[in-house]
């Protein structure tokens, strides 16, 4: 039985397919509340893969399993994932992708443990200017 429901990321309308036996008990897990459109559930799965990338860097910064040597690698990397977080963002919310600034890497280099803290700002500037 196809059902209507809205993706619980953007709010558009969506028509999932609900099983006859579940839908005759009128969803009684709330299952049509947890619905996303293909769209943004692929962007959250990009976004999450980002994240563990970048938290597995920190958590070799933080355990100091990185040599004086190979801080400058951890560092471009940090960078390439940073970037292409915010070009998920950019794509996603289909704005121009705004001017990267180092001082997020800087900030995750200084203080690892603070990483979310540090990338807490970047969907919030997006989804700000998509309001606009």
């Known amino acids: 039985m196809i059902q209507q429901a809205f993706c619980k990321f953007c709010k558009k309308p969506g028509y999932p397919i609900v099983d006859d036996a579940y839908a005759a008990l009128g969803d009684p897990f709330n299952l049509l509340k947890l619905y996303a459109c293909n769209r943004c559930a692929d962007h959250q799965t990009e976004v999450g893969r980002v994240m563990r990338r970048v938290k597995m860097f920190c958590e070799l ?6 040599g004086p040597e190979d801080r400058p690698k951890v560092q471009e990397s940090l960078e390439t994932l940073i970037k292409r977080y915010m070009r998920l963002y950019a794509e996603h919310y289909d704005l121009s992708l705004p001017m990267y ?3 997020i890497v800087h ?5 690892p443990t603070n990483f979310a803290f540090a ?4 969907p919030k500037l997006f989804q700000q200017r998509s309001m606009l």
């Open 119 to 122: 990338m807490r700002d970047i």
């Open 61 to 66: 910064l933080i355990q100091k399993a990185v």
């Open 101 to 103: 600034d180092s001082a």
């Open 107 to 111: 900030s995750i280099m200084h203080s």
